[in-house]
């Protein structure tokens, strides 16, 4: 912005001088001077968007040097003219503070004035036209000119180091807090991931207490029911009656601990999968400050494996819309349809005319494919960004109350 605004000026002084040259043509001149002096401002004009916008530094000195000796071609030609002219000495001053450096952009700036004195105090003569000796005033003029340029352009200069100094420092602040937000969001859905696994693990603990507790008092009852058969075959009903006692007793506390268990391996709230996305998108929103909504049409949960691959992905799309998106909102729509399940995640942020799957789209790709499953990307430039999932799952007792 600030180089356009450059150019733009010094396109505005360079067409102001053209003008006044026009409209007040210099006397003592050969008529061939006017197309030469049109050709030398032409040029000078041509070099300033290269100036300014060129990335080359070896450019950007070329077209200061030839731009500075335009001019002193300019002011050789009609030095009783300089009180005029000189604003292309300045323009050309005030604009080496924004593309040198401060004391580079001094040195340049005098280095110029100098010879622009020098040249109008040596030059006598042009052209067989025997120029007036300079007055006080005369130079007065253009060098307070370029003084207060040389003033304005250090000020200038100094205020946009500072400002992009600043800019540099809040960027790097912004890029700080992003991740630090993003290794809290990180931080919280892992510990809400690892409960779930934990939850899973637990039941699976006990599951495999089941096998071997009631499995055991089960073997145990089988035989003491075959030993209380052979004691009534023999008459020992009262041994056998005492038999029986204690396998009903075994047969009891087997019960006990098959009640414990299914009230154990009962779903508990916390493994709920629509819970779970509550909680993973809640504690991104907290984190965020970004707006996430859930819409849904599933079950209480699609199995181990399938739960733990949606959160993953719910979880992955969340951080890669905060880290490249910029969104205000996100939405999550989930449902089933012709055994599948179907997903969709977008959001309102900038978006991009080119997707680049990086580590983040890569890592959904990748956990989506585990599964055979399908998926679809979409953005463009603010438009935001979507992700379409399928999933292949067949549930007939689901499929059909839901059709």
Known sequence: MIRTGAVIIGLLLHAIVGCAYLMTPPVGVPAQWGGQFLGLLIFSAVLIPVLHLTRFPWLVWLCFCLRMLSGLLILQAMPDYLSIYFLLAVVLIFEGFFTFARWVAFITGSVFLSAIIWQRLANAKTWDYVHQQPVLLSLAIPIAGCLAASIAGFLFRTVLDHYLRTERLAERFRKSSNKLVEANVRLQEDSILAQRESIISERNRISR???????????????????????????????????????????????????????????????????????????????????????????????????????????????????????????????????????????????????????????????????????????????????????????????????
């Open 209 to 403: 207490e089941i096998h071997d507790s009631v499995g055991y008092a089960l073997t145990n009852l089988i035989a003491v029911l075959d030993y209380t058969r052979e004691l009534f075959s023999f008459d020992r009903n009262e041994e056998a009656f005492t038999k029986l006692d204690g396998g009903r007793e075994l047969a009891r506390s087997a019960l006990a601990d098959v009640r414990r268990a299914v009230k154990a391996l009962r779903l508990p709230v916390e493994i709920s999968l629509l819970v779970a996305i509550r909680e993973l998108t809640d504690t991104f929103a907290k984190a965020t400050g970004i707006e996430v909504s859930v819409q849904h049409s599933i079950p209480l949960h699609f199995g181990e494996k399938y739960d733990a691959i949606i959160l993953s992905v719910i979880q992955e799309a969340l951080a890669n819309s905060f880290r490249h998106g910029q969104p205000a909102h996100v939405s999550i729509n989930l449902y089933l349809q012709a055994y599948k399940i179907n997903f969709h995640i977008s959001d309102d942020g900038v978006g991009t005319g080119s997707i680049i799957q990086g580590c983040g789209l890569t890592g959904i790709r990748e956990r989506v494919e585990e599964l055979n499953g399908n998926l679809a990307l979409d953005s463009s430039p603010g438009k935001g960004f979507s992700i379409q999932i399928w999933l292949p799952w067949r549930d007939d007792k689901w499929n059909r109350s839901v059709s």
